[in-house]
C-alpha cells in the first residue's frame, strides 16, 4: 500500500493564517500540495484556512510559532517532516512592519523587523534544505517586496530585510542548484489588503498614479506565481526576483 504521505508533496507557506500567506496556502492546495499552515499569533484564522484547505481536499496541519525568535524556525521544520513525512515547498512569507523614519527608530523596531523577516527564513532554510538536499529536489520561495528593490521612506528596517531576502535567494540558488532545489524571490507591489483599504482616497489616488496597469494587486496575483515556482514547469528557474507590483518598478 502507498504511503500517501510520501506520494504527496508538501508545502509548509509561514505566516499563512491571514492576507497574502492564505491566498497562497489554497492556490498550492488546489495545485495538489498538502500545506503546513503556520501563524505567529492568531490560531483560530489558522485553522479556518486549514479548513479552506481541507475542503479543498488536501490535507492541513496548522503549526504555530514564534519567527521572531530565530531558533523556532528551525524547529517549525522539523515538526512539519515529522507531521507529513516531507517537506517539498518552503515559502518564506512571514513578516512584520514597525514603521518610522530611521532617525527614530529603536533598535528594538529594526532587530525585530529584521529576526522576522530575515533571520527567520535562513533558519527555516537551512533546516528545509537538509531534507530537500536528501531528495535532491526542492523550491524555496522567499516574498520580498518592491520596496527592497527601489526603497521607501520611513521603512529602513523593513527595506533592509527585504533587500537582504533577495540577496540569501541569490546566494542559495548558487549553494543548492546543483542538489536539484530552486531558490526564488517573488516582490509584491502594493496588494489591496486591510492596510490598503485605511488609507484615504488621495493617499490611494497617489500611489496607483504610479502603477502602469493602474489598479492595486490581489493576493490572489501573488498566490500563481508562487504556486507556479513551486511547479515541475519552473525547474529551470532559480536565482530571480520577480516582480508583482503592475510595472511599479520595472527591472
Given at each position: ?18 492576507g ?31 479548513g ?28 512539519v ?6 517537506l ?9 512592519t ?27 532554510s ?10 535532491r ?22 527595506v ?30 502594493f ?30 496575483d ?30
Open positions: 500500500m502507498t504511503d500517501t504521505n510520501q506520494a504527496r508533496r508538501t508545502a509548509l507557506v509561514t505566516g499563512s493564517s491571514r497574502l500567506g492564505r491566498a497562497m496556502a489554497l492556490s498550492l492546495a488546489q495545485s495538489g500540495f498538502d500545506v503546513a499552515v503556520h501563524y505567529g499569533r492568531n490560531a483560530a484564522e489558522a485553522e479556518k484556512v486549514a479552506e484547505i481541507r475542503s479543498l481536499g488536501a490535507r492541513a496541519e496548522v503549526f504555530g510559532a514564534d519567527l521572531s525568535q530565530s531558533a523556532n524556525a528551525g524547529a517549525l521544520v522539523e515538526d517532516i515529522k507531521a507529513f513525512g516531507n517539498h515547498v518552503l515559502v518564506n512569507n512571514a513578516g512584520i514597525r514603521d518610522t523614519l530611521a532617525i527614530r527608530m529603536k533598535d528594538e523596531d529594526w532587530q525585530s523587523v529584521i529576526d522576522t523577516n530575515l533571520t527567520s527564513a535562513f533558519h527555516a537551512r533546516a528545509a534544505i537538509k531534507s530537500m538536499m536528501r531528495a529536489t526542492g523550491r524555496i520561495i522567499n516574498i520580498a517586496s518592491v520596496v527592497g528593490l527601489m526603497g521607501n521612506p520611513g521603512q529602513a528596517n523593513y533592509a530585510s527585504k533587500a537582504g531576502l533577495i540577496g540569501l535567494t541569490k546566494a542559495l540558488a548558487k549553494e543548492y542548484g546543483g542538489r536539484g532545489i530552486t531558490v526564488n524571490a517573488v516582490a509584491p507591489g496588494i489591496e489588503s486591510d492596510m490598503t483599504g485605511a488609507l484615504s482616497d488621495e493617499i490611494q489616488k497617489a500611489y496607483l498614479a504610479g502603477i502602469p496597469l493602474g489598479r492595486f494587486g490581489q493576493p490572489e501573488v498566490a500563481s506565481v508562487v504556486t507556479f515556482l513551486a511547479s515541475d514547469a519552473a525547474g529551470y528557474i532559480t536565482g530571480q526576483v520577480i516582480g508583482v507590483d503592475g510595472g511599479l518598478y520595472p527591472h
